[in-house]
């Protein structure tokens, strides 16, 4: 049975005929838009959804007047979309001063429910929705339709058919909440709304797709990256917080990094996302490309006093707890599919995994901390980094517990004399790492570049040590 985007609650009938025609008979859902209706079309003898929306009843009766009737004049041209993944509106009617909006009925479910009851999706299945809903919308924006309110609960599924269907398209805006800071409340699902759209900023296509990206998270992972435990935290973590993706999205990073960008401008689009979403169909993986990148935070402060200072929430306190300052100037560089490339304040810059968080200047490191990539830069010693490296193997029983294995090898680095060393250590937490280091000598400083990982992941810290090497630059 299809809950049509809201709460099912499987309530009894009503028997209600709305506008003499659409007779209600089970209430299939309720959400914070209005009540979802199981129905028979008497003129035409079919099942049907209907819609009950609610309107404000703060609002003044000539502001409700003037409500339903924008109401009723944008679900009318939600109403001209034609679309398979996009519900068939059928009707829209308007009965005791009240719109109401009559769909198709879907035999099936929503994905929240789909992933609350069976778990979180497959990469490919997640990749198929995504097409579907990246056909929907760019069908949608080509006639100037947005939807505003992407999320799990507004997309439905046909078990039957495999069908994809997005719905109640356009009614964050029809409800007249398009922003968080146009009314002081807050119309949607912040979790999965733009930084753009919550600030005030501006609003577009763009913002639909970010909360595609968004969505794709929760589908591969079970909640949205910017789920927090109150309107502030999703606010803070939408605006300013480092973006982490879920792990469960690596066979999909590219798109969803790009998806998640914070400039609109920048985002990926949709006629790209649906391409490379259709590449991991075709091929069971994302093919290895240069893709851009943004690592820093995009914080601008006025917009993020902006923001939370309708959601209640102190901005000094936000930025004490991690908001930061502007950024300085950014700018996009290129880095291997599942990799980005992050410009540190030592005066560097180069490739890191998806997924790895900047502890301290020239410090990164993936969740758990299995894995940790260092960069160190002092003066030139003596004899060049390889006599120096040799210092630092003699050394090595006293400065790394259980020091063992190691092996030092005579190289070259951006044309510069360079050091390698390779050996094994345990750590303090009891498990055997291996370290893979480079060391060289460049623009009057002796840069040391380290990789450590648990023994039995080496070959892949060896992976990620040899790309950030290979992508290390200077700047």
């Keep these: 049975m299809g809950t049509q985007g809201e709460q099912g609650d499987g309530r009894g009938g009503d028997s209600r005929v709305i506008a003499g025609r659409y007779l209600l008979e089970a209430r299939l859902g309720r959400g914070g838009m209005g009540a979802v209706w199981r129905a028979t079309d008497r003129l035409l003898g079919r099942q049907v959804a209907v819609k009950e929306l609610l309107l404000d009843d703060t609002l003044s009766a000539d502001e409700v007047r003037q409500q339903a009737d924008r109401t009723l004049r944008e679900a009318r041209a939600v109403a001209q979309l034609s679309h398979p993944h996009i519900i068939v509106v059928h009707d829209v009617v308007e009965h005791d001063e009240r719109p109401y909006l009559v769909m198709e009925l879907i035999d099936g479910g929503s994905l929240a429910e789909r992933v609350s009851t069976y778990g979180p999706l497959d990469a490919r299945e997640a990749a198929r929705i995504g097409i579907a809903l990246l056909g929907a919308l760019r069908t949608a924006h080509a006639a100037g339709v947005l939807h505003r309110d992407l999320k799990p609960a507004n997309v439905l599924l046909e078990p039957a058919t495999g069908r994809v269907v997005l719905t109640d398209f356009g009614i964050a805006r029809l409800t007249g909440a398009p922003t968080l800071t146009e009314s002081g409340t807050f119309v949607g699902s912040p979790e999965y709304t733009a930084p753009e759209r919550m600030t005030g900023a501006r609003t577009g296509p763009e913002s639909d797709l970010w909360s595609l990206g968004a969505l794709l998270c929760a589908a591969l992972s079970g909640e949205s990256p910017f789920r927090r435990d109150s309107l502030g935290g999703v606010v803070h973590a939408v605006i300013a917080d480092d973006i982490r993706p879920p792990v469960q999205a690596e066979p999909?990073?590219?798109?969803?990094?790009?998806?998640?960008?914070?400039?609109?401008?920048?985002?990926?689009?949709?006629?790209?996302?649906?391409?490379?979403?259709?590449?991991?169909?075709?091929?069971?993986?994302?093919?290895?490309?240069a893709v851009p990148f943004r690592w820093r935070r995009l914080l601008v402060t006025a917009l993020l006093v902006?923001?939370?200072?309708?959601?209640?929430?102190?901005?000094?306190?936000?930025?004490?707890?991690?908001?930061?300052?502007?950024?300085?100037?950014?700018?996009?560089?290129?880095?291997?599919?599942?990799?980005?490339?992050?410009?540190?304040?030592?005066?560097?810059s180069l490739a890191v995994p998806e997924g790895f968080t900047r502890r301290a200047q020239g410090v990164y490191e993936s969740r758990g901390e299995t894995f940790r990539l260092s960069i160190r830069t002092t003066a030139p010693e003596p004899g060049g980094p390889l006599d120096a490296m040799r210092r630092a193997h003699a050394k090595g029983p006293d400065t790394h517990a259980g020091y063992r294995d190691g092996r030092i090898t005579a190289t070259t680095h951006h044309g510069h004399p360079a050091a390698r060393r390779e050996f094994t250590w345990d750590a303090e937490e009891g498990m055997a790492k291996r370290a893979y280091e480079v060391w060289w000598q460049e623009d009057g400083r002796l840069y040391e570049l380290q990789m450590s990982a648990p023994v039995g992941k080496a070959r892949q810290g060896r992976a990620y040590f040899d790309v950030a090497l290979d992508t290390f630059t200077g700047v």
């Design 252 to 289: 999909l990073l590219p798109v969803v990094r790009g998806l998640l960008n914070r400039d609109p401008d920048q985002r990926l689009d949709a006629v790209r996302a649906e391409r490379m979403l259709r590449d991991f169909l075709d091929m069971g993986r994302l093919p290895p490309q």
């Design 306 to 348: 902006a923001a939370v200072a309708v959601a209640g929430v102190s901005a000094g306190a936000l930025l004490r707890n991690g908001g930061g300052g502007a950024p300085g100037p950014e700018k996009s560089v290129s880095a291997p599919s599942g990799y980005l490339v992050v410009e540190d304040p030592a005066g560097f």
